[in-house]
Every structure is written in structure tokens, then in C-alpha cells.
């Protein structure tokens, strides 16, 4: 079974989009975003701040995005869990019907059921003009789960010049969980049953 990454970081389209800096586009844009920070200053968890460099680096403040994503995944963000501070990632996946609709179509009722369309490989919302036409079930999987906090860089005092270096760091570690977590979610979607 060949793994199907779930997340990655563009390097190359982001050096390819540097307007000024000469570095990076993603240092540009945490630099003009820094109000993304604004209260985690110095908070003695990395969460907030890690999620706050998530946010910076894709759609909408980021787009495309620095962090990119597997064509099934449609949006994937994290915040602070206010139970206890911990850092749950929340991503919406594009799934196949459930087994318990593709036993039998006696539900569809010739109604012409459509499931996600797809334009160049990418999951996209119908048309209004197909919505007028007929009907359409686009299935969806929520994950809501915890990320370890273990390599998360802390959070820094303030707006120093590693800034940007640390809110990359704090993406790879992201992008690197999120991949274990999810990558094999994936992999199983796109190879379907077995």
C-alpha cells in the first residue's frame, strides 16, 4: 500500500511568491499577520501560538496555502481545547457513501443521486445550476482529534527576528502529525474497499 501524504509544505511555491523579503513568502505573510499572535505572547503552552502560525498559512489569509493538502481534505484547522489547553485538530474529509447506502439503491428512488463532482482531480461544491437539477449526497468525515505537543517549539516573548523561523518550525511539527494521524485515513479512501 503505497501512503498518500494528507498535508505538506509548498517550499517551492513559496519561494517562487516572495514579493520583498527575498526569503519567503510565508515570513512575509507572518510578518504582515502578526496580529495573529497578538495575545500568546510568551504563553507558557506552544498551542496558541502553533495555531496561530497554522492560520497564517492556509486559506483564507494564505492562498494558496503554504500548507497544502490532499485533494479529499477540505479544510483543516486547530485550536486550544478548553478542557486542558491541549491542541485538537479539526479537518473535513471528502468520503465515499456509507456501506449502508451502497448495498442497495432503493433509497435513490430515480431521482439521479450525484456524489462530489470533481473538476481537473478536485473536490468542488456543485454548481447552483446543478443544485436546480438534481440531487446530491457528498458524504463527508469530521475529525476532530488531539495533536501532541511534545516537539512544538515554544511560544516566543514577542515579535523577535526568528519569528518567522519559528512559526515554520512549529508548521513542520503540524504538518508531521497531522500526516501520521491522517495520512493513512487517506491512503484507505483513495484505494477504496478491499
Given at each position: 500500500m503505497t501512503a498518500q501524504q494528507a498535508f505538506w509544505i509548498d517550499g517551492r511555491s513559496d519561494?517562487?511568491?516572495?514579493?520583498?523579503?527575498?526569503v519567503s513568502h510565508y515570513?512575509?505573510?507572518?510578518?504582515?499577520?502578526i496580529g495573529e499572535f497578538e495575545?500568546?505572547?510568551g504563553d507558557i503552552a506552544p498551542v496558541a501560538f502553533a495555531c496561530a502560525a497554522w492560520r497564517i498559512a492556509t486559506p483564507p489569509l494564505t492562498s494558496p496555502g503554504f500548507v497544502r493538502w490532499h485533494r479529499r481534505i477540505l479544510s483543516a484547522s486547530c485550536d486550544r481545547n478548553t478542557w486542558d489547553g491541549s491542541l485538537t485538530a479539526h479537518v473535513t474529509i471528502v468520503s465515499p457513501p456509507p456501506a449502508a447506502?451502497?448495498?442497495?439503491?432503493?433509497?435513490?428512488?430515480?431521482?439521479?443521486?450525484?456524489?462530489?463532482p470533481e473538476i481537473f482531480g478536485q473536490f468542488v461544491e456543485p454548481a447552483e445550476q446543478d443544485l436546480a437539477k438534481v440531487p446530491y449526497?457528498?458524504?463527508?468525515l469530521v475529525v476532530d482529534a488531539?495533536?501532541?505537543?511534545?516537539d512544538l517549539p515554544p511560544a516566543p516573548d514577542g515579535p523577535a527576528d526568528d519569528?518567522?523561523?519559528t512559526a515554520h518550525r512549529a508548521l513542520v511539527v503540524l504538518v508531521r502529525e497531522l500526516n501520521d494521524l491522517l495520512a493513512p485515513v487517506v491512503t484507505q479512501l483513495e484505494?477504496?474497499?478491499?
Open positions: 519561494r517562487e511568491r516572495v514579493r520583498y523579503s527575498g515570513s512575509e505573510r507572518v510578518w504582515e499577520n495575545g500568546v505572547w447506502l451502497t448495498v442497495s439503491r432503493d433509497w435513490w428512488r430515480d431521482r439521479g443521486w450525484r456524489d462530489w449526497l457528498r458524504p463527508t488531539p495533536v501532541p505537543l511534545d519569528l518567522a523561523e484505494q477504496g474497499p478491499r
